[in-house]
């Protein structure tokens, strides 16, 4: 098993000064990185009954008129062989990758001696590989399986004379098996085991490989990458290194592309342009075309992978540029902001138990005590002033989340002036509802609120707009210190996998004060949210250490801001 096999989680932290050569160094110099160049490989999961486009140079019918070895071009960037079990996933990757084969080697489920050599068979002779259920117990057996007829090596039956019955594989497993062997229009079955009677009219079943032809090759799908989750899937395996498709074995107890470090490698440094998924557990899978093409960006935070949270804890300094009155962020310029956040964050690396990851929250959208030309009590930064602290903070691999305050505006409307922000891989979005008022409403005078309709409206545009650019997922930032601020909390929509959710807990004052709306907060929020605690330098009393607010504060914070 190569290096690649080995769990992301399972690497420590980068060093502190290996920070400065993340993967989000390459976004300084190339704005949207390699995001763009791999859009076009999103792509829903196209019906595999769909008619298939098919290479077919060097495999015309012979004079016997004998099945010809066709590969299949893939129709979707993406296809998923996710059955619930092995025999089935064994069809669905023929399907994916042969129009046709003249051969098929089919060995029995459950019997993984037989099944290795069945692989080998099936790679040697460059066919699918298939599975027939495991026969079933003979009568009065007390659960032994029955013994196999005799057979010599090289023999060959006729399955049309075999009674499909007789041994009990007469289920849905063995229908599909042999729908797929009259789809493929296979002429010989090399069997491999115990696999029962075939119900394949007209097939010649071969016990031995020395009796069957190697056919004439098809052409090899060397543009296809076949990424499997578990070990169980040889049948489909071998199948995909028949078919000529490069194969990559995720990390044992992987699923998730996107916690793995080795699988986006792997996905990265593929020249392929189509994915097949091979495992049952990618069927679960929300968007394996985004998570695929998000893989396939190559990008990675700090410690690797592309999963925020639990892998990681986050360490922030808040505020807007140019001013320091809104938070420590603003005090200095961007070079020494990025130095600070990088500081901060190190007072963390001892005392947590996860990797630490710099962030920058800065304010784009500032509450205004006056409407303004446009009347929405909201000053709205460039997205050209705000840039250069992406810039650096992707240079020194910090995150970095664009927060709203949009007075009278929608957050939605703020949200879109900072698309070209958004687009980069190490931006995630904040919205300040303090700050969301309504039409009567002026900021300083009432608390804000929003409902869970908006914020759902924007996450759903953050979602596709992560999706349509192949991107990494994203922090999507909820600030809150009264309840009536997120309305209808229990239905925020928590559920696009492009995105991951924070609450951000903003209380300050006393310790008890704030540890009480801490508590008060987590009560019904919905399920599966991270949570951010915010140290005030001024206002707390007193304000936590990092020890103290790793200690102290429970459940330990995943992100933790200064202001």
Not at 447 to 476: C, H, Q, R, T, Y
Request: aromatic share 4%; net charge negative.
């Amino acid at each position: 098993m190569s290096s690649r096999t080995r769990s992301a989680r399972n690497r420590p932290a980068r060093p502190r000064s290996d920070r400065a050569r993340s993967t989000w160094t390459r976004l300084a110099r190339t704005g949207l990185g390699r995001a763009s160049a791999h859009r076009v490989r999103v792509a829903a999961v196209a019906s595999l009954a769909a008619a298939a486009l098919v290479l077919t140079a060097g495999c015309t019918s012979s004079a016997d008129d004998r099945t010809s070895l066709v590969t299949r071009q893939q129709e979707a960037r993406v296809t998923v062989v996710g059955a619930t079990d092995a025999p089935e996933r064994a069809v669905e990757a023929s399907r994916a990758l042969f129009a046709s084969s003249p051969v098929a080697v089919v060995a029995p489920d459950g019997d993984p001696e037989a099944q290795a050599e069945a692989s080998d068979e099936a790679r040697r002779l460059r066919v699918p590989m298939l599975l027939a259920p495991a026969p079933a117990p003979a009568a009065g057996s007390s659960g032994a399986s029955a013994s196999p007829a005799p057979s010599t090596t090289g023999s060959t039956t006729d399955s049309a004379a075999a009674d499909p019955t007789a041994d009990g594989t007469a289920d849905g497993s063995s229908t599909v098996l042999a729908a797929e062997l009259e789809r493929l229009g296979v002429d010989t079955v090399l069997t491999v085991g115990d696999v029962g009677a075939l119900d394949a009219t007209g097939v010649e079943v071969v016990t031995g490989a020395s009796s069957v032809d190697v056919p004439e090759a098809g052409s090899p799908r060397s543009d296809v990458l076949a990424v499997v989750a578990g070990g169980d899937d040889v049948a489909a395996t071998a199948t995909a290194r028949a078919a000529g498709a490069e194969v990559e074995a995720l990390p044992d107890g992987v699923v998730d592309l996107q916690a793995s470090g080795e699988a986006i490698d792997a996905l990265h440094a593929s020249t392929t342009t189509a994915t097949v998924l091979i495992g049952a557990s990618f069927a679960s899978v929300p968007d394996p075309g985004w998570s695929v093409a998000a893989a396939r960006s190559g990008e990675q935070l700090p410690g690797g992978g592309q999963r925020f949270f639990p892998d990681r804890r986050f360490v922030a300094l808040y505020g807007a540029p140019g001013t320091g009155a809104l938070g420590v962020l603003g005090e200095q310029d961007v070079a020494a902001t990025v130095q600070r956040t990088d500081a901060v964050a190190a007072s963390y690396d001892a005392v947590s138990d996860r990797p630490v990851v710099p962030l920058l929250e800065i304010i784009a959208t500032v509450a205004a005590g006056a409407a303004g030309a446009d009347g929405d009590y909201s000053n709205e930064l460039s997205a050209e002033s705000i840039a250069p602290y992406v810039d650096a903070a992707a240079a020194a691999g910090q995150y970095v989340v664009i927060d709203l305050q949009p007075g009278r505006a929608d957050f939605l409307s703020q949200a879109k002036r900072y698309e070209s922000l958004l687009s980069r891989p190490n931006v995630g979005l904040a919205l300040d509802p303090e700050w969301r008022l309504e039409a009567d409403q002026v900021p300083l005078r009432q608390i804000g609120g929003v409902e869970a309709s908006e914020v759902n409206v924007v996450s759903s545009w953050l979602a596709d707009l992560v999706a349509s650019k192949g991107l990494p997922p994203k922090m999507f930032v909820l600030h809150q210190f009264r309840l009536d601020m997120l309305r209808d909390r229990s239905t925020i929509d928590t559920s696009h996998p492009e995105l991951e959710t924070l609450i951000h807990v903003d209380g300050q004052g006393s310790q008890p004060d704030k540890q009480a709306t801490w508590r008060t907060l987590h009560d019904g929020a919905p399920a599966g949210v991270a949570w951010g605690w915010k140290n005030f330098y001024d206002e707390d009393a007193p304000m936590l250490s990092p020890e103290q607010t790793m200690a102290d504060v429970s459940p330990t914070p995943d992100l933790v801001t200064y202001q």
